[in-house]
Nanobody, 119 residues
Framework: QVQLVVSGGGLVQAGDSLRLSCATS????????VGWFRQVPGKEREIVGR????????YYADSVKGRFTVSRDNAKKTVYLQMDSLKPEDTAVYYC????????????WGQGTQVTVSS
């Protein structure tokens, strides 16, 4: 059974940092990419960043570029989202998801975690 378990959300102040974790289990994700998404009520879910598990190549949305970093720990089978210089507009529910690198869809999703940034 494939599982992605998200942890690390919380309430912080603007300018603070927070690190989210996405612990994977149930299969090998060598041919997968893992993405971080966020969603605000009433708005569409948007991708924040992603990493190719095998190559380590990353992608970031313009809104977080230079502030957020996606990384992975192969031994722990965990992907991280390091969020620095947080802004109130970063407030959202954050999700991680995994999908094959040659597919556009993400097949596996973790549960969301709330990140709230106060001004």
């Amino acid at each position: 059974q494939v599982q992605l378990v998200v942890s690390g959300g919380g309430l912080v102040q603007a300018g603070d940092s927070l690190r989210l974790s996405c612990a994977t289990s149930g299969r090998t994700f060598t041919n997968y990419r893992v993405g971080w998404f966020r969603q605000v009520p009433g708005k569409e879910r948007e991708i924040v960043g992603r990493i190719s598990w095998s190559s380590g190549l990353t992608y970031y949305a313009d809104s977080v570029k230079g502030r957020f970093t996606v990384s992975r720990d192969n031994a722990k089978k965990t992907v991280y989202l390091q969020m620095d210089s947080l802004k109130p507009e970063d407030t959202a529910v954050y999700y991680c998801a995994a999908g094959l690198v040659w597919n556009t869809e993400y097949a596996y999703w973790g549960q969301g975690t709330q990140v709230t940034v106060s001004s």
